[in-house]
């Protein structure tokens, strides 16, 4: 078996090679329909499909359904929050700009979430295949190019974009949090509730965050030119990075 540290680096690190987008540079801005559609796929799946589905499985293993409802409103709250003062506040200037923000913190939290899942799933033994390592793979360098495709539409020169990657390394620090968790509290209460309780928050918060970066900067930015391919590449992204996670998790 690998160790940890080895996978959560390559894991953190892989959203980093989307900086290489920038050599398409106008392939993706002519593309608008497909580039903007396909990633509003994407964050369809991740934010509402995938971190909710967490938020829905994870709501009986509390234990306490008053305790996993506040939890859960809690982070969905928090994400809605963020989300607004990104896209909506007085802080940052500029649409595009607040798109390629609002794509970062989405990409953070999302990261967190994966970090946990990976620190989890390895107290019991990753399974390393070759399928599973190009879906993880693929699936990080889409993330990454949720970032790189607004940051080129908001005239970011690739010295200010490649730092902006940086936030998928949250991924790194978050696969160590669940052992360090079970190695302070073990198999009791509060550990359990920490064990379950922190990614579920992170989960709820990617979704109303995910809904936000959706419908306020994906969707708007893809169906811009009025044109009728977008849907078809909303279509192409959610099923391609769906079928990316049937070999990951
Ligand atoms: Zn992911």
């Given at each position: 078996m690998p160790d940890l540290a080895l996978l959560a680096i390559v894991f953190g690190a892989?959203?980093?090679?989307?900086?290489?987008v920038y050599n398409l540079r106008s392939l993706v801005l002519n593309r608008r329909e497909a580039t903007w559609g396909f990633l509003a796929g994407v964050v369809a799946f991740l934010g509402l499909s995938h971190a909710m589905a967490a938020v829905l499985a994870n709501h009986p293993l509390f234990g306490d359904a008053w305790a996993a409802t506040a939890v859960s409103l809690l982070g969905l709250l928090t994400g809605a929050g963020i989300a607004w003062l990104l896209?909506?506040?007085?802080?940052?200037?500029g649409v595009p700009n607040r798109i390629v923000w609002a794509a970062v913190a989405f990409v953070g939290v999302h990261s967190l979430g994966d970090g946990l899942v990976l620190g989890r799933s390895f107290i019991g033994g990753v399974p390393v295949d070759p399928v599973s390592v190009a879906a993880t793979i693929a699936h990080r360098f889409v993330e990454g190019c949720l970032i790189i495709v607004p940051a080129l539409w908001a005239s970011w020169k690739p010295k200010l974009a490649l730092p902006a990657l940086f936030?998928?390394?949250?991924a790194i620090p978050a696969a160590y949090l669940p052992g360090s968790i079970y190695a302070a509290y073990g198999p009791s209460s509060l550990g359990i509730t920490l064990q379950i309780g922190i990614p579920t928050f992170v989960a709820a918060m990617e979704s109303t965050l995910g809904l936000f970066l959706l419908v306020r900067a994906l969707l708007p930015m893809a169906a811009a030119d009025h044109g009728r391919r977008w849907l078809v590449w909303t279509a192409v992204g959610y099923i391609a990075i769906s079928l990316t996670h049937f070999f990951v998790e």
């Open positions: 892989i959203p980093l090679a989307a900086i290489l896209l909506e506040g007085p802080f940052i200037k936030v998928s390394l949250v």
